[in-house]
């Protein structure tokens, strides 16, 4: 499984866009990039995967490089509720979490 | 999409004893897992369990401490075996559902408590 490295905490204000970096050097030709969020007292929520270029969908864009050894999850517009820990997760079935970024927004 | 519901939410237990967890699903599922969540820090996977096979633990599980029924496509128990306090954690079941893309459903979590 690749190891995932993202920053440990961010924070941002309401309306702001939030973009969380996370490496993955090792990743392997066939390892998809999926991000998780997860409230307190929650099970993580998909909120999005790609493999290649750009992806986007009503909550979050996901951009990964040609050499997919990175990919930035972007938040526009944030809003207190947004107030989580997100994982960057990258293989196929079998997830191994690294430790998340706590994304925190204030008023 | 996939709901799952698990039972209990949470339970505080004595030392030496053993918790079964169940884990429903409303939809059948092949591929189901079973994660630990120790307070404050990332979850980690103790075990895969599919319909019709032996669960497959990962480094650190073994199966005496932590046994695993998979008896339907909607259905899975973990049990948590002869407890101790470091086994307080938050448990949590997920599944992958079927699509073209690898999402992973999870669980609301039991929380445990051994004293």
Same mark, same amino acid.
């Given at each position: 499984l690749a190891k995932t490295t993202q920053p440990i905490s961010m924070d941002s204000y309401e309306g702001q866009e939030v973009n969380i970096t996370c490496s993955?050097?090792?990743?392997?030709?066939?390892?998809?990039i999926t991000w998780y969020q997860q409230f307190p007292s929650q099970g993580p929520r998909f909120i999005i995967q790609g493999y290649k270029t750009k992806v986007t969908n009503e909550v979050a864009?996901?951009?990964?490089?040609? #050499?997919? =050894?990175? *990919?930035?999850?972007?938040?526009?517009? %944030?809003?207190l509720s947004d107030t989580a820990?997100?994982?960057?997760?990258?293989? #196929?079935? =079998?997830? *191994?979490?690294?430790?998340?970024?706590? %994304?925190?927004?204030?008023? | 999409s996939a709901v799952i519901s698990q039972k209990p939410s949470r339970d505080i237990c004595q030392r030496g004893t053993s918790l079964t967890i169940q884990c429903q699903v409303d939809s059948q599922v092949t591929m189901m897992f079973w994660y630990r969540q120790q307070p404050g820090q990332s979850l980690t996977l103790i075990a895969t369990a599919n319909q019709g096979s032996e669960a497959t633990y990962e480094s650190g599980?073994?199966?005496?401490?932590?046994?695993?029924?998979?008896?339907n496509?909607?259905?899975?128990?973990?049990?948590?075996?002869?407890?101790?306090?470091?086994?307080?954690?938050i448990y949590l079941c997920s599944v992958r559902a079927g699509g073209p893309i690898y999402e992973q459903f999870f669980g609301p979590g039991t929380r445990l408590t051994v004293l």
């Open positions: 993955h050097n090792n990743i392997a030709t066939n390892d998809y864009s996901l951009f990964i490089p040609a #050499d997919r =050894k990175s *990919s930035t999850l972007s938040l526009p517009r %944030v809003s820990v997100y994982y960057c997760l990258v293989g #196929d079935y =079998k997830l *191994s979490f690294g430790a998340g970024t706590t %994304v925190t927004v204030r008023a | 599980f073994v199966i005496d401490k932590f046994p695993i029924s998979r008896p496509l909607t259905f899975s128990t973990l049990t948590v075996s002869n407890m101790s306090p470091e086994d307080s954690s």
